[in-house]
Each structure stands twice: as C-alpha cells, then as structure tokens.
C-alpha cells in the first residue's frame, strides 16, 4: 500500500477532520464522564453502565483510529474545473443494457456519501470501468453472473 492510497474531496476531507477533532476532544471527554458515574455506582463486575460505557469507548477509540489513519493516506482530489470522462468523485448517471430505468452512483470512497446516491469504488469492476468513459460510451465488466454492459447517461462532480 502507497503512503497515499485514498482519495477524497476536500469536502469530506474536512468533515472527516472535523469528526476526528470532535471524538478526540470532546467524544473522549463525555466518555471519561460516563465510564467515572458508572463506575460510582459500585462493582463493577455487575454494572450494566460501566460496561456499556466501556463498549461505547472502544468503538469511539476505532472509530478514531481509523479517522486518522485514512486522513494520514489521504490526497484531495480536485472537484474543479470542467470534466471531460468519469472520474473519481463524479456521480455517474448509467442504464444498464436492456433496461430502461436509470441508475446514479457516485465514483469514490464510502466517506464521499451524498443522499440519494449510492457509492461504488473506483477499483470495483464496475467503477473501473466507467472511469474514463464519455456520455453515451457502452463499457462492459466482469460481473458475478458474467459480463454486463451499461451505457452512461451522463456524469458530473
């Protein structure tokens, strides 16, 4: 793995600053109160509270571990400037071949979620394929049932 193998908008990149600023100040600082009340409360061998508290501080400190190691492997993309083929951190418009209903997924990591609008990665074969294709391109890949085929409708940041 390259020191830099993660790429994200400079949007989710702040939010994931942020978040991780959050959980490392004040998160640790509401779970430090919540594990010292449980733990007033007497043994600890029976106390549901304390227990809970210490759970929750475990998904809290993994949470944070992984916050920071993505944030340390990470380089912005530029979401700038005009876009001639799907790229990474676009949402793609698609219809598969022999259907008519139109499917819509942003190309990135699962940090880069928007409502309404599934992520699928750059490396999975369906985003690898549509990275560098144009509007009205058909581009096949390697699917689980074998090869399917779409047609992107459209694309944008």
Do not use: W
């Not at 061998?45 to 916050?67: C, P, V, W």
């Not at 985003?127 to 560098?132: Q, R, S, Y």
């Amino acid at each position: 793995m390259s020191t830099s193998d993660h790429q994200l908008s400079q949007a989710a990149y702040d939010r994931l600053k942020a978040e991780l600023d959050e959980l490392r100040t004040v998160g640790r600082i509401e779970i430090a109160r919540k594990i010292e009340v449980a733990r007033e409360m007497g043994d600890l061998s029976e106390n549901g509270d304390y227990h809970a508290a210490k759970e929750e501080q475990g998904k809290m400190e993994a949470r944070i571990g992984h916050l920071a190691a993505l944030i340390e492997r990470s380089t912005i993309i530029s979401t700038d400037g005009p876009l001639e083929a799907v790229a990474q951190g676009c949402v793609v418009t698609i219809v598969y071949e022999g259907d008519d209903e139109e499917e819509q997924y942003l190309i990135g990591s699962i940090e880069e979620r928007r409502d309404g609008v599934e992520v699928i990665s750059p490396t999975s074969p369906l985003g690898g394929a549509l990275l560098g294709a144009r509007n009205g391109e058909m581009v096949s890949f390697e699917a689980p049932n074998g090869e399917l085929t779409v047609q992107v409708v459209r694309f944008e940041r």
